[in-house]
Every structure is written in C-alpha cells, then in structure tokens.
C-alpha cells in the first residue's frame, strides 16, 4: 500500500517520509520540483502542486494513504475535490495546535488553520488532523553569531522537534495509534524561554548568547511590517509571556515515550546556527 508524502522536502515532510521508510511502508515522495534531493532508497519522487489539480492527481494514482501540509484557504476546495476523487483510506493533514488554544481565538494564524480544518470536515474524507502547537524549527531564524533580536525574550513555550511531529503523523498514517491521541495539541516536554532557547544554541555551537530585547512596535518592523501575519505571531509571543502557552502529554500518549528534548532538537540542527 503506497503513502503519498505532499511536501517531501518540508522539515515535518521529510522526517514523514524517512519515518514511513523505516517502518518498512511504500513512499512516494511529491516535490513541486524536482532536483537534488536524496530521499531514501526505494522512494518514488513525483512532482506535484496543490494549485496544479491535475498534477496533484496524477501523484494520487495507485495511492491509499496522503500525508499533506495545510492547503492555502484559496486552494482547499480544489485540493479537497482532488483527494475525494481518489477513494482514500486516510489523509492525515498537519494543522496547528492553535486551533486548541482559546486564547488564540481571532488570531490570524489560528483562524486560517481553523478554516482549513472546516472545510476537510465537512467532508467524508477520513481525515485525521496533525496538530502542533509551536515549531522548533521557528528558531532557525536566530543567528547566535549576533545578538538576537527579541520581543518578551522571557516568553515560555514547548517547542516541539520536527521528528516528534512526524512520529504522531506516521503513527496515524499505519494506524498504530487511536486517532483521537492523535489529534491533541503537540508540544515538547519542558517550557523553555526564548532567552534560555538562545543560550542552549549559542552553547551547542560554542558561543556567548547576546540578547537584544525589543518593544513591541520595534519587532513589528523587524519582522517585516504590520500584515495580519505578523499581529498573529506578536500575539502569539505576547499570551507565551503571559503564561498563556502550555507543555502537553500529547506526544507521551500518542507515542508511549517522551517528546525528544530541545537540547536534543538543538544538536541536530547544529551545522544550521554555525
Ligand atoms: N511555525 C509554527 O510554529 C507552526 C505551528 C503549528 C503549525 N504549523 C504548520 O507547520 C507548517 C510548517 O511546517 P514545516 O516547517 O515542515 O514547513 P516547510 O519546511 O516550510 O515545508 C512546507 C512544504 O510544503 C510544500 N508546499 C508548499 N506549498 C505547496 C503547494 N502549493 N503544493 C505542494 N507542496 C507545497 C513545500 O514544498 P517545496 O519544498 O517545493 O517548497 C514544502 O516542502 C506551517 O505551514 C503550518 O501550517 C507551524
């Protein structure tokens, strides 16, 4: 039985494809284009888009199984008619913790991912949302090497590892887990500042964390402008510093183990802040 993995190359798509690989599943990998990757042996790289119907129908041929990124609002009736036409044993679509979070009520962010999940919901499709709440991976943007620009630099959350995320979608793409263990709201294990996530990194790779802090308007400009986009992360950051942001045991009871540790996230992505 083939699993198709829509955003292959995405931090949370790879991981879904490395994982299904060692479970021993049948993979085919879809990339909008194609070009040096190296996906593990015996998976099938196909392209497709999600604003290309067609093409996103070709790459369902033959398939049971779908693991894909939240479609753009604008894009999800039609990739939702693609995935109809297709007789699915399961689509298993990662969406955002936020939606479980009543203080992210109105927040852009939030209500994007809320509509998303509507529209699949409507729908008969065996659909099994992934929801995480905070991406480790956000933290990719800090340059250790200067000093990093923060708003509320104390604001604690649980970043969760991509691997984590990827470990509850292909245990609800092989059905080794209740869907609704699933379907909680992500997190790492230990809340964590931005300012104690900076020094982890700026330890890891060997050097001294510097901290500049910003006010709210300053990050507004440094995150590039006043868009809805940008409230929505502001607000985000601002409820984390109210305590508003929780550490979940979604991943303990989805998975049976603990979520891997930001240290841990860290390490692996060491060659990324050196
Ligand atoms: N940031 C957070 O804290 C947070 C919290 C909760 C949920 N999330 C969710 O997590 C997602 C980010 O996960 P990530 O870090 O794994 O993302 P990522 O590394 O940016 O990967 C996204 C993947 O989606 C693919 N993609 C984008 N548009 C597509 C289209 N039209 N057709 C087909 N494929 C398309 C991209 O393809 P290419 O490789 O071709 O570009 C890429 O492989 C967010 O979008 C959000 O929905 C994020």
Redesign the pocket.
């Known amino acids: 039985m083939t699993t198709l993995v ?8 790879r991981s879904v494809v490395e994982q299904l690989v060692a479970a021993g599943e049948t993979v085919r990998a879809s ?3 194609t070009g040096g990757d190296e996906f593990p042996a015996g998976v099938e790289v196909v392209t ?4 290309n119907s067609d093409s996103f129908a070709r790459a369902l041929a033959g398939v049971r199984r779908v693991f894909l ?2 479609p753009a609002p604008e894009q999800v009736d039609a990739a939702i008619r693609v995935l109809e036409r297709a007789k699915l044993e399961l689509v298993v679509q ?1 969406s ?3 939606v479980l979070l009543e203080s992210a009520v109105g927040n852009a962010i939030a209500e994007e ?1 809320r509509e998303i999940e509507e529209a699949f919901s409507r729908t008969d499709l065996p659909w099994i949302p992934i929801r ?4 480790a ?2 933290d990719l943007r800090w340059d250790v090497r200067r000093p990093v620009k923060l708003v509320y630099p104390q604001a604690r959350t649980a970043p969760i590892h ?1 691997h984590d995320i990827a470990a509850v979608a292909v245990a609800a793409l092989t059905n080794a887990v209740d869907p609704a263990a699933a379907t909680g709201m992500l997190t790492g294990g230990e809340l964590l500042s931005q300012a104690e996530r900076v020094a982890l990194i700026a330890e890891v790779v060997g050097l001294q964390p510097e901290i500049q802090e910003l006010s709210e308007a300053e990050a507004r400009k440094a995150f590039g402008g006043g868009d809805s986009q940008t409230d929505a992360i502001l607000a985000f950051i601002r409820d984390a510093a109210a305590g508003g942001s929780p550490a979940t045991d979604v991943v303990q009871k989805a998975l049976g183990r603990a979520p891997l540790p930001y240290r841990r996230w860290v390490a692996d992505h060491r060659h990324d802040f050196s």
Request: aromatic share 4%.
């Open positions: 829509v955003g292959a190359r995405g931090n949370v798509g990339v909008r284009r497709a888009d999600l604003t990124y939240a990662l955002s913790g936020s991912h995480p709440l905070v991406l991976t956000n991509e």
